[in-house]
């Protein structure tokens, strides 16, 4: 309904009424296919006219206190600075807005796919926001320029007036399907209704509410016979606060809709984890301990020793303890001491990882309500705050953190070792800063060359309870050798330290830093065999 032609309307007469007389000091881009217009009032100095161009989603609105970002913006029709606004006016029929200036025309045009924005001058040499072909922009030149442009409410109804027949009027483009759905819900004369209507929308309070039926946000005058209100609907009298309101809500209830979806895929996913590692432990729980089996067999074995020599795979003993034969099963390559030691051994492995299985089981049982009550919760809520105190509880990491750590891991050369060890190498001084103190993680190792230049290295350490083999450090310091000075040496020290004892400070030149704590491996400069480049 927002973008409804007569809509439009109103919105031209309401800037107009607060731009005439003011200048747009700067036009700039800071999103893709949105323009801001800083136009500075007298007690808000950081007032902006913001036009949309996206094909789906066309608009004009205000922003009351904006500040243009300090990088990645692009300026507009540079060579007409401080442009003082005559008139807002809107072509008759059409949703082309036009702003007159002291040095020429700004005019948006919002058609799907061709929305773009004008500025031509006093002497009628035309520039476009967004690019567009010679011919095109020949066609919507001429086209723009013929139009009849107004700010007054008769000359809208007098547009209509022009089309009598009703059938006609239905398949007016400025009329719109929504408007022709109130008509026919009046049920009464279309001529009057439709004049009704749209007087409606060009004075009436706009309500904004979250439609549940329809699960989106409403816009639209109050007056509306065809929409129910809902308690908690706001109303506007002026149409920029509307639609501000109206992108606000759009905007947070998209962002429940992601977060929900992301957090109920989440839980699933935990609730499939902890159900079959809690399957797995149970089945070892159930099954009982060895423990007094083993050491029973090392009992025996003991009271027998005399008859265990090397060689022997097994051994038939009388059993003192129950009665009858044991058959113990014995290692032909161990003495007998050592089979004895053998089986006292797995006695107590298996007294050891019997409690830690029931410890595990207790604690995969606790995770498992405590997801099953985050998930009622979950159920219950609607609310982002809400949503936002799950996802924390739940220790999820954002998909924008995803994002980010995989466009940063784009940056740096990759490699996985043993298919399980992530390594990644800095391409130049810049890099290698980014790198060792932007990428790198405090319990990371770090990997230089010693005494030469050479490329950052950075092996991922995923699990800060594992220990790294030292085979993997070994080949990790070979490829900081081989991206240094020294690649061409038979042998190269390489310095290696966990990330947190790097620093860097502002007294350091690019790719510098100091390392409080190492030690050094002496290894052949290249890449290992089973070192494998990662394509991202």
Same mark, same amino acid.
């Given at each position: 309904?927002?973008?409804?032609?007569?809509?439009?309307?109103?919105?031209?007469?309401?800037?107009?009424?607060? *731009?005439?007389?003011?200048?747009?000091?700067?036009?700039?881009?800071?999103?893709?296919?949105?323009? !801001?217009?800083?136009?500075?009032?007298?007690?808000?100095?950081?007032?902006?006219?913001?036009?949309?161009?996206?094909?789906?989603?066309? @608009?004009?609105?205000?922003?009351?206190?904006?500040?243009?970002?300090?990088?990645?913006?692009?300026?507009?029709?540079?060579?007409?600075?401080?442009?003082?606004?005559?008139?807002?006016?809107?072509?008759?029929?059409? %949703?082309?807005? %036009? @702003?007159?200036?002291?040095?020429?025309?700004?005019?948006?045009? +919002?058609?799907?796919?061709?929305?773009?924005?004008?500025?031509?001058?006093?002497?009628?040499?035309?520039?476009? @926001?967004?690019?567009?072909?010679?011919?095109?922009?020949?066609? *919507?030149?001429?086209?723009?320029?013929?139009?009849?442009?107004?700010?007054?409410?008769?000359?809208?109804?007098? +547009?209509?007036?022009?089309?009598?027949?009703?059938?006609?009027? %239905?398949?007016?483009?400025?009329?719109?399907?929504?408007?022709?759905?109130?008509?026919? @819900?009046?049920?009464?004369?279309?001529?009057?209704?439709?004049?009704?209507?749209? #007087?409606?929308?060009?004075?009436?309070?706009?309500?904004?509410?979250?439609?549940?039926?329809?699960?989106?946000?409403?816009?639209?005058?109050?007056?509306?016979?065809?929409?129910?209100?809902?308690? =908690?609907?706001?109303?506007?009298?002026?149409?920029?606060?509307?639609?501000?309101?109206?992108?606000?809500?759009?905007?947070?209830?998209?962002?429940?809709?992601?977060?929900?979806?992301?957090?109920?895929? +989440?839980?699933?996913?935990?609730?499939?984890?902890?159900?079959?590692?809690?399957? /797995?432990?149970?089945?070892?729980?159930?099954?009982?301990?060895?423990?007094?089996?083993?050491?029973?067999?090392?009992?025996?074995?003991?009271?027998?020793?005399?008859?265990?020599?090397?060689?022997?795979?097994?051994?038939?003993?009388?059993?003192?303890?129950?009665?009858?034969?044991?058959?113990?099963?014995?290692?032909?390559?161990?003495?007998?001491?050592?089979?004895?030691?053998?089986?006292?051994?797995?006695? %107590?492995?298996?007294?050891?990882?019997?409690?830690?299985?029931?410890?595990?089981?207790?604690?995969?049982?606790?995770?498992?309500?405590?997801?099953?009550?985050?998930?009622?919760?979950?159920?219950?809520?609607?609310?982002?705050?809400?949503? *936002?105190?799950?996802?924390?509880?739940?220790? #999820?990491?954002?998909?924008?953190?995803?994002?980010?750590?995989?466009?940063?891991?784009? #940056?740096?050369?990759?490699?996985?070792?043993?298919?399980?060890?992530?390594? !990644?190498?800095?391409?130049?001084?810049?890099?290698?800063?980014?790198?060792?103190?932007? +990428?790198?993680?405090?319990?990371? !190792?770090?990997?230089?060359?010693?005494?030469?230049?050479?490329?950052?290295?950075?092996?991922?350490?995923? /699990?800060?309870?594992?220990?790294?083999?030292?085979?993997?450090? #070994?080949?990790?310091?070979?490829?900081?050798?081989?991206?240094?000075?020294?690649?061409?040496?038979?042998?190269?020290?390489?310095?290696?330290?966990?990330?947190?004892?790097?620093?860097? /400070?502002?007294?350091?030149?690019?790719?510098?830093?100091?390392?409080?704590? =190492?030690?050094?491996?002496?290894?052949?400069?290249?890449?290992?065999?089973?070192?494998?480049?990662?394509?991202?």
């Amino acid at each position: 309904m927002y973008k409804n032609y007569f809509y439009l309307f109103r919105c031209v007469r309401e800037l107009e009424s607060v *731009l005439k007389g003011y200048r747009i000091v700067d036009i700039y881009t800071q999103e893709k296919n949105k323009l !801001f217009f800083h136009i500075p009032l007298p007690e808000k100095p950081d007032y902006h006219l913001i036009v949309s161009t996206n094909p789906h989603n066309p @608009f004009v609105t205000i922003k009351e206190d904006h500040r243009k970002a300090k990088k990645n913006t692009i300026n507009f029709f540079t060579e007409y600075p401080s442009s003082k606004i005559i008139s807002v006016k809107i072509a008759v029929g059409d %949703r082309i807005i %036009r @702003f007159e200036l002291d040095t020429g025309m700004i005019t948006v045009i +919002f058609r799907g796919g061709r929305s773009n924005v004008f500025f031509s001058d006093t002497i009628n040499q035309d520039s476009t @926001f967004k690019k567009i072909s010679a011919g095109v922009s020949e066609d *919507l030149a001429g086209e723009i320029k013929n139009c009849k442009y107004t700010s007054s409410v008769e000359d809208v109804f007098g +547009f209509i007036a022009v089309n009598s027949d009703e059938k006609i009027l %239905r398949k007016l483009p400025s009329i719109g399907k929504e408007l022709i759905k109130e008509i026919d @819900f009046r049920g009464g004369n279309f001529r009057n209704d439709l004049e009704s209507v749209i #007087m409606e929308i060009l004075t009436d309070n706009i309500s904004v509410y979250f439609n549940e039926d329809l699960g989106k946000p409403a816009f639209h005058p109050v007056s509306f016979r065809s929409f129910k209100l809902p308690e =908690e609907s706001l109303t506007f009298d002026n149409y920029i606060d509307a639609i501000n309101k109206y992108f606000s809500l759009t905007y947070s209830k998209s962002s429940v809709k992601e977060l929900k979806k992301e957090i109920d895929k +989440f839980i699933a996913k935990e609730l499939e984890s902890i159900s079959n590692k809690l399957n /797995n432990v149970k089945i070892r729980v159930n099954a009982g301990t060895k423990e007094a089996v083993y050491r029973h067999y090392g009992d025996l074995l003991l009271a027998n020793i005399n008859s265990i020599h090397r060689g022997l795979k097994g051994i038939d003993l009388d059993d003192y303890k129950y009665g009858g034969k044991l058959n113990i099963v014995l290692d032909e390559k161990l003495s007998p001491n050592q089979n004895v030691d053998k089986y006292y051994d797995k006695s %107590r492995a298996e007294k050891i990882e019997f409690k830690r299985s029931q410890e595990l089981l207790t604690a995969n049982e606790n995770a498992f309500d405590r997801l099953i009550k985050i998930r009622e919760k979950f159920e219950r809520t609607e609310e982002q705050t809400e949503l *936002l105190q799950i996802k924390k509880e739940l220790k #999820m990491t954002s998909k924008q953190s995803q994002q980010d750590d995989k466009k940063d891991k784009l #940056m740096f050369r990759h490699f996985m070792i043993e298919n399980k060890y992530h390594i !990644f190498v800095g391409k130049d001084g810049r890099n290698n800063d980014l790198l060792t103190t932007k +990428f790198a993680k405090q319990n990371d !190792f770090w990997f230089h060359a010693r005494s030469v230049s050479g490329s950052h290295v950075v092996l991922r350490v995923e /699990n800060t309870k594992e220990v790294i083999p030292k085979n993997i450090l #070994m080949k990790t310091a070979s490829v900081a050798a081989f991206y240094s000075k020294a690649k061409t040496s038979k042998l190269v020290p390489v310095t290696y330290t966990l990330k947190k004892y790097v620093n860097k /400070n502002a007294r350091h030149e690019v790719g510098q830093v100091t390392v409080t704590k =190492e030690n050094v491996l002496l290894v052949k400069p290249e890449i290992p065999k089973d070192c494998e480049a990662v394509l991202e």
